[in-house]
């Protein structure tokens, strides 16, 4: 199905080459809960499109942008997903934040033949034609965090997970990188969202003595763990690493007592120097103000539209045979996180990876960067040039 969108009266550019409009999907959390996130993911959306649209659009015509609210809830997700698709007819779809959410939006743009981009980190093996990942997965973060923390704390790890797949998943690859750098899991406790107080598992902790804790409870769950684990008074003796601090925002509202020496590794932080990210926070700055700091899934949303947009413009067409072609060609972009660009067979980026240090001005230190990091797990796990009828996500054996 070509979805070129045509406009009903056709304008004329100059030269009488005629006028015809891409539209896009949005589908983010703009209130509720997620809104933390789903308010950025949009924010640069819109700031993308602006972007491109100042600088020609889309195969020479503007791109549009149909927004929906989720409201932070999933069944939101299947409807505005259907609407955008059957009566809006988007060309691509820009959605979601917790795999939750990616995973009700895949089988309706499958069934349908729509590009899909998930701008969001998660714990990977998504595989499918129709889906793109910008995020980073967790085997890309935890490969270079896990070395990295062995050499500067030592070898005896503890786990601290949310009790889900972003944390369970998470955890596998932790056991994996400390066999593979000479570490130790010494202990490890999976807990419900609903926990609010975490003295069982601090007492856990002192009795296991690692050397660091992986730490990846989710928004309020994190501080609350973190403020607790430095009211104890283990961070004099312990490090704290994670995948997910500051995603949200969460060195803000920390104490600098809590915040201060928490190592973190994403795709972006907005203290990443090089001169593409410093003309990204101008451009947000000046659309938005800088009333909080801009967060990785901003810059991985910032990145899908971007990228998008660049594979049209080489297919010569908004059909998605044509840009999925073009997206799977070697296309890259010079984006806020360094240049990035979709693996063909696994449709991940390979992406820089920065390790972070939290200060005691609720920010972050670069202390290392991880140049062009691949999604080593899903390019093994999935070939989607060689089988481009799988649809599935990929777990790690024995989960």
Not at 117 to 125: A, I
Not at 151 to 180: C, L, R
Not at 381 to 387: V, Y
Request: aromatic share 10%.
């Amino acid at each position: 199905m070509n979805k070129l969108i045509v406009a009903a009266s056709l304008a004329i550019f100059a030269g009488g080459s005629a006028f015809a409009e891409t539209k896009i999907g949005a589908i983010f959390d703009l209130t509720g809960g997620l809104n933390i996130y789903g308010i950025q993911q949009n924010n640069a959306l819109e700031l993308a499109v602006e972007q491109i649209n100042a600088a020609g659009g889309v195969l020479g015509a503007p791109i549009s942008v149909v927004s929906y609210d989720a409201q932070s809830e999933l069944t939101k997700y299947t409807q505005f997903t259907t609407t955008a698709i059957l009566r809006d007819d988007v060309d691509a779809l820009f959605a979601g934040l917790t795999s939750s959410s990616r995973e009700a939006i895949r089988p309706i743009v499958q069934a349908n033949n729509v590009l899909y981009f998930y701008p969001s980190l998660y714990e990977g093996g998504a595989c499918d034609k129709q889906t793109f990942v910008t995020g980073s997965s967790a085997s890309q973060q935890l490969d270079v965090l896990i070395e990295w923390a062995i050499q500067k704390y030592g070898p005896k790890i503890y786990i601290m997970a949310p009790d889900y797949n972003f944390g369970t998943i998470s955890a596998h690859w932790v056991h994996e990188y400390a066999k593979q750098y000479g570490g130790e899991v010494v202990g490890e406790d999976f807990l419900a969202l609903t926990v609010t107080d975490y003295a069982p598992t601090i007492q856990k902790i002192q009795q296991s003595a690692p050397d660091f804790v992986v730490a990846l409870p989710v928004g309020a769950n994190q501080t609350g763990f973190l403020e607790q684990f430095a009211a104890a008074g283990l961070k004099e003796s312990i490090g704290v690493v994670s995948t997910n601090y500051g995603s949200g925002n969460q060195q803000v509202v920390v104490s600098p007592a809590a915040g201060e020496g928490l190592i973190a590794s994403q795709g972006y932080f907005q203290v990443v120097d090089n001169p593409a990210n410093a003309a990204f926070v101008a451009a947000w700055t000046a659309k938005y103000g800088s009333s909080e700091p801009i967060v990785s899934v901003a810059v991985d949303t910032w990145n899908a539209v971007h990228l998008w947009a660049a594979a049209v413009n080489q297919a010569g067409s908004a059909d998605i045979a044509a840009v999925t072609a073009a997206l799977e060609s070697g296309l890259t972009f010079e984006a806020p996180n360094g240049t990035v660009g979709f693996e063909p067979g696994s449709h991940h980026l390979r992406q820089n990876i920065y390790i972070v240090e939290g200060d005691a001005n609720h920010s972050f230190t670069v202390v290392e960067t991880f140049d062009a990091v691949a999604p080593a797990y899903e390019n093994a796990m999935c070939d989607l040039i060689k089988d481009p009828a799988i649809a599935t996500q990929f777990t790690p054996e024995g989960m």
